[in-house]
């Protein structure tokens, strides 16, 4: 055990982690104020729309309901051919077998928020067996929270070994880890969890569960992505970037794009590596696509 722990440590002092919360702060003011106005483009907001996360999350989730919501997204493709589908459609593990088995677009992905989401407060066991039953109904990708309780309390060693235990979980699926950074408060905390769950095997790091505020912000996305390219610079390993909770208008989605744009470069600008998880952004970016509004999902 003690031994896993000094490999953890190693692995953080590799990183710059004694961040100033003012300094990124006022970083993130000055993206803004620079540089969002020349991404405000059809362009970009059309890649934006290619890179929602369509998500139900909610507790009236039925199988008629994800089943109707799927085919919105196979309907979408036949009334806007014109326009990128979404990347994927997230939901509860237990719809994984519907969505798969209602999706027809080719290249939309299949997300499901496993192991006790949105909390982590399960029994290893319980939260494995969810995560290989959603691989099994079809799930292509894998949402997991970080066992934050762990994490603040100091036991980098443990919420480790769960993400990695998770991962084995996923097998060949992809797996995002969700940080929640509402709870980690500090740049300092959002800088070591995002290191130790690329560390411990994640594909993607993602903001927010979206059910506990502050959810995503400009500056937790900011020093997320700093983690990310100094991983990357170190490792060679490329790191997908998932903001998600509170992006209520298109202004927001810009807002990370360019953060993304800024701090990771055009390489991360991608369906695949840059995703946007939100259930009310899709109607917002084809609404200004169309110039009318639209209520499509």
Same mark, same amino acid.
């Given at each position: ?11 953080? #002092? ?26 405000? +483009? ?25 089943? #109707? ?64 039953? #959603?691989?099994?109904?079809?799930? +292509? ?12 309390? *100091? ?52 903001? %927010? +569960? *979206? ?8 500056? #937790? ?14 490792? *060679?390993?490329?790191? *997908? ?26 390489? !991360?600008?991608?369906?695949? !590596? ?12 084809? %609404? ?10």
């Amino acid at each position: 055990m003690e031994k896993q722990q000094s490999k953890i440590d190693e692995a953080l #002092a590799q990183y710059r982690l004694d961040l100033d919360d003012t300094q990124v702060k006022e970083a993130v003011r000055n993206i803004i104020a620079t540089k969002v106005a020349e991404n405000d +483009t059809a362009e970009v907001k059309r890649f934006l729309m290619g890179s929602v996360e369509l998500t139900t999350l909610k507790t009236t989730d039925s199988e008629e309901s994800v089943m #109707a919501f799927t085919e919105r997204v196979n309907q979408f493709e036949a009334d806007y051919p014109d326009l990128p589908h979404v990347a994927t459609i997230c939901v509860y593990p237990c719809f994984a077998r519907v969505v798969s088995q209602t999706l027809e677009v080719e290249g939309v992905e299949v997300a499901c928020v496993s192991g006790s989401f949105p909390s982590s407060q399960a029994r290893m066991e319980v939260k494995v067996a969810e995560t290989a039953l #959603a691989v099994q109904d079809g799930a +292509t990708e894998i949402d997991i929270v970080m066992p934050v309780g762990k994490f603040l309390a *100091g036991d980098l060693e443990g919420a480790s070994e769960d993400i990695q235990e998770m991962k084995q979980a996923c097998g060949e699926v992809p797996m995002k880890v969700i940080l929640e950074t509402g709870c980690l408060k500090t740049a300092r905390n959002i800088k070591t969890a995002s290191i130790l769950a690329m560390y411990s095997g994640a594909d993607y790091i993602k903001t %927010s +569960t *979206g059910k506990l505020e502050p959810a995503a912000t400009p500056e #937790a996305a900011y020093v997320m992505c700093q983690a990310i390219r100094e991983y990357y610079d170190r490792t *060679g390993i490329q790191i *997908g970037f998932k903001p998600a909770g509170g992006l209520n208008t298109v202004m927001d989605a810009l807002i990370y794009y360019t953060i993304v744009k800024e701090v990771l470069g055009p390489q !991360w600008l991608t369906n695949r !590596w840059f995703r946007l998880g939100t259930s009310r952004l899709a109607n917002l970016l084809l %609404s200004e696509l169309t110039g009318q509004e639209t209520k499509f999902f």
